[in-house]
């Protein structure tokens, strides 16, 4: 019986340690795979003492690209016109050159930043050497605003051109010298890359999509000695290039059937419209752009509205307020044109404060919205440049409105996609039925209705289109600090007119679950 009982506790003993054995060997397997293709840990990035994260890296190009998409209007916006020339005649052979190559230039170098986003959506971390390539790459973003100078200024002479291409040439070029040093150095890369076993197929996947838009500019450059319009039309081709590869891959597939792929090769560089892109950059570039229009007016108020001292003592009897009553008109056409970029801004914000996913297609109407913004300079310029009740003021403030509601139509736009994909891109409470959703459809349409009144009252009332146009600069504000209770007394009277025998639940809380929701898309569907 002791027998027993001793070998009972010998095989209990045994079994104990075969199974810690396993463990320790399991252990040591896990470990293993983790080393080959997990994250490193802090302790490995420590080893890589020469890295850093690659957030102030990212700011600084955030805040360059939007300066250097900007300032672009300053060509533009600085076209000097005789006072008796037609404004008109002046926009069709002057000015349409200009601010077609500044709306092309823009979006393309838009292109380029949306470019940067995917690059380092999959490098997260840097070195040294990725900060000084960035940095080269930067170089030459920052000299497209001088051909665009030429290409604007010589329309017909292809040197301003094939300088733009030559510089987009060398980016690319450089974007893929990145993207082979990062791939050589695992741990600058994410996760998910990091954890993948289609390593290679990233890496191809990724200069394969990169090389697209320098080779495009390869062939505008050969065809600008051939024909050069068609070298233009090329250069636009590089803006839709995403929406265009997607839809040949689309008509492909019907064609011929799905074309296989590897298991996670969806997940960067899809060139899908609902690929994501960092919110948090958009929004810096977005910031920055208004911040640089803001900026702008008030340069042309320091450069060309302080008097001569010589001009004050002589005309004005050295009284400063009579000399600076002159530019009366000036200031006016700054304080309206700042409060416009300023609540465009602000509805800009409301409107990413309640986006929870930023997608290409959102980013695309993001980059359009802010071309207009760009021309807002132009616009202050314009406004106060001619004389009072001429036709060319009226022309002028035409052409405000326009840029005006542009830039607020396509914010609009970007919550309507959003819409689509409510569940994945908006928050719940401006969701389709949501309790702030038909306040943000206020605040949204807003200055695309004013605009677009203001319009159509200068073509009506012709005589009083400056004091109609600075009277929506004025109270166009005080709307947006009233805008909540007009809704709600909008609200109200709707009720009151459609459903008079519905009950007032504006004392009950009222949240409806998420999954009996009615979603935008299944109405308009």
């Not at 080893?47 to 690209?65: E, K, V």
């Not at 074309?259 to 419209?273: A, H, K, N, Q, R």
């Not at 025998?501 to 308009?524: H, K, M, W, Y």
């Amino acid at each position: 019986m002791g027998e027993n009982v001793d070998s009972e506790i010998i095989e209990h003993h045994v079994e104990e340690e075969m199974e810690k054995k396993d463990a320790r060997s399991h252990a040591a397997s896990s470990s293993s795979f983790l080393e080959n293709f997990s994250a490193p840990s802090e302790s490995d990035r420590e080893a890589h003492s020469g890295t850093q994260s690659s957030h102030r890296l990212l700011a600084y190009s955030d805040a360059l690209i939007s300066i250097i998409a900007t300032v672009m209007i300053l060509p533009v916006a600085h076209t000097k016109m005789e006072n008796n020339e037609e404004l008109r005649e002046s926009v069709q052979l002057l000015l349409t050159t200009k601010i077609a190559v500044y709306l092309m230039t823009f979006l393309i170098v838009t292109v380029a930043w949306a470019a940067h986003i995917r690059l380092f959506q999959v490098i997260v971390r840097i070195d040294d050497c990725l900060a000084l390539l960035n940095l080269a790459c930067m170089m030459l973003i920052t000299f497209l605003p001088y051909t665009f100078s030429l290409m604007a200024a010589f329309p017909e002479n292809i040197l301003g051109l094939l300088l733009f291409c030559g510089c987009v040439m060398v980016m690319g070029v450089i974007q893929s010298v990145i993207v082979l040093y990062a791939f050589s150095r695992p741990f600058l890369l994410n996760e998910q890359i990091q954890i993948s076993e289609n390593q290679n197929f990233y890496k191809h996947h990724i200069l394969k999509v990169i090389m697209r838009v320098p080779l495009m500019c390869f062939f505008a450059s050969i065809f600008s000695f051939i024909f050069f319009q068609l070298s233009y039309v090329l250069l636009a081709v590089v803006i839709f290039l995403p929406y265009i590869s997607q839809s040949l891959k689309w008509c492909r597939s019907k064609a011929i059937g799905q074309v296989p792929e590897s298991p996670d090769s969806t997940l960067f560089y899809t060139y899908l419209p609902n690929e994501p892109l960092s919110k948090d950059r958009v929004e810096a570039f977005s910031d920055g752009v208004y911040a640089i229009v803001a900026t702008l007016l008030i340069l042309d108020i320091c450069e060309d509205n302080v008097p001569d001292p010589t001009v004050v003592q002589k005309q004005f009897g050295g009284s400063l307020i009579a000399a600076l009553r002159v530019y009366g008109p000036e200031y006016l056409a700054y304080f309206g044109s700042f409060a416009t970029v300023g609540l465009l801004w602000f509805v800009h914000h409301s409107l990413f404060l309640h986006v929870t996913k930023t997608t290409r297609f959102m980013g695309l109407l993001n980059t359009f919205s802010l071309a207009f913004v760009g021309g807002l300079p132009l616009a202050y310029q314009l406004t106060h440049e001619f004389p009072a009740d001429s036709r060319n003021e009226l022309e002028a403030i035409q052409i405000s409105c326009v840029i005006i509601f542009f830039a607020g139509i396509f914010q609009l736009t970007i919550w309507v996609v959003a819409l689509y994909n409510e569940r994945e891109t908006l928050h719940p409470y401006v969701r389709y039925g949501g309790r702030e959703h038909i306040f943000m459809l206020a605040k949204l349409s807003l200055y695309p209705c004013v605009a677009l009144g203001t319009f159509f009252l200068t073509c009506i009332l012709s005589k009083f289109s400056a004091a109609i146009f600075h009277l929506m600069e004025i109270t166009v504000p005080f709307a947006f600090i009233v805008l909540r209770l007009l809704v709600r007394v909008g609200r109200a009277s709707l009720r009151l007119i459609f459903c008079p025998d519905r009950p007032d639940q504006r004392g009950a809380v009222v949240e409806e679950d998420d999954e009996t929701r009615v979603p935008f898309s299944a109405l308009v569907t």
